[in-house]
């Protein structure tokens, strides 16, 4: 029988612990500030924007908004990151994305100073993901580790199977379980015979966003199922990657979706803004 790992429960328990790390740098006087940018009325974006601040009121961190309209320039946007950098009661800046399709992302993210960027999406931080020594977490592939460890899911050794390979999820996923010296393969839409190697995987990661893609006949028996996908079906219903009923019965653990992954990225950007806060105040 399959085991389902909890996303929400294991997301409690991070936020719960940033709770209370954040309620003793309040006795010391210190407050965590996130500043959250949106730009635009995308519907998607304002869900993630209003639970990030939900999630920073549940810890006890102040959250600005600044809500920008969707014809906001290119300037406006890097004066207003270069102001956010410049104010000392500000620890993390986050842009939500996509931004309207006539910013520069990028250009955006560099902008951000790499001391603030809780998404970790800074070539700086990017590198130093990389390299292993990090002080920002990539807040999904993160989110993921944490869930591993939480069900004491050691992948030392094992086969693990990536299906992504994008700069925010795939990439630094690879990169985490080569940390924890997982056997990593990344793969993308120009792998050959995709099911081949999925079905050698002890442990395997769909972050492809289509929905029910990875079906029963990709799994090997017993396998650890990691579901980062969100898709609406034909229904309009959230989804995953995975198509969890089919998929479920054959593996060891499996997330599902919603409940899965998705509390998790916004419990360990959470996780990051505290680090950022401790840093630019020289707490451990
Ligand atoms: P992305 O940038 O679109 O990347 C998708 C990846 O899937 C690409 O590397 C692509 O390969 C690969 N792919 C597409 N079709 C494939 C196929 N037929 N076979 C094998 N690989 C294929 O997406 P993303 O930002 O990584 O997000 C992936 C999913 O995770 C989405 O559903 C997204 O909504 C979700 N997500 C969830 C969270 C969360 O908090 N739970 C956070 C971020 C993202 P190529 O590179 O070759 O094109």
Redesign the pocket.
Known sequence: MYKIIDGKLVSQSVKDDVKAQTLKLKEQGIDVTLAVIIVGDDPASRVYVNNKKKACEYVGFKSLEYALPSDTTQQQLMDLVNELNNREDVNGILCQLPLPKHLDEKEIIEAISPLKDVDAFHAVNVGKIMIGDYDFLPC?PAGVMEMLSYYDIDVTGKNCVV????N???KPMAMLLLHKNGTVTI?????VD?KNVTNKADVLVA????AK?VTADMVKDDAVVID????RDQNGKLCG?VDFENVAPKCSYITPVPGG??PM?IAVLMKNTLKACKLQNNLK
Request: glycine content about 18%.
């Open positions: 999904t299906i992504g390979r994008s925010i999820v795939g793969t993308h839409s120009r792998t995709l972050a492809i966003g289509k893609f980062v996908g969100m898709n990657d992954v998705g990225t």
